[in-house]
Nanobody, 130 residues
Framework: QVQLVESGGGLVQAGNSLRISCAAS????????MAWFRQAPGKEREFVAA????????RYADSVKGRFTISRDNAQNTLWLQMNSLKLEDTAVYYC???????????????????????WGQGTQVTVSS
């Protein structure tokens, strides 16, 4: 059974940093992109960042560019999101996701819509306080 389990969320003051993780189990996702999305109360799930299987190719939402860094360890089947200079508006549940669409296999093109991702974790809450 495939599982994506996020961890590392919590309460942090604005301006500080936090790193969240996502561990995949049950199988590997060789060749496919992984991503982080987030959802704030009353809002739609939005794209945060994505990373290809081929190390070095990333994509970020404009709202987090320059502050967040996505990374992955393919051997450990783990995804991270380093979040720096956190803002109040970063408060949300953060979800990791994997896309297994053949279009993106071993590709540097990274999808950014929720319906392009088929596997999801349960989410981890990140709350930024003033």
């Amino acid at each position: 059974q495939v599982q994506l389990v996020e961890s590392g969320g919590g309460l942090v003051q604005a301006g500080n940093s936090l790193r969240i993780s996502c561990a995949a189990s049950g199988r590997t996702f060789s060749g496919y992109p992984m991503a982080w999305f987030r959802q704030a109360p009353g809002k739609e799930r939005e794209f945060v960042a994505a990373i290809s299987w081929i190390v070095g190719t990333t994509r970020y939402a404009d709202s987090v560019k320059g502050r967040f860094t996505i990374s992955r360890d393919n051997a450990q089947n783990t995804l991270w999101l380093q979040m720096n200079s956190l803002k109040l508006e970063d408060t949300a549940v953060y979800y990791c996701a994997v896309s297994e669409l053949s279009l993106y296999y071993m590709s540097t093109i990274l999808p950014n819509r929720p319906n392009q991702y088929g596997y999801w974790g349960q989410g981890t809450q990140v709350t930024v306080s003033s």
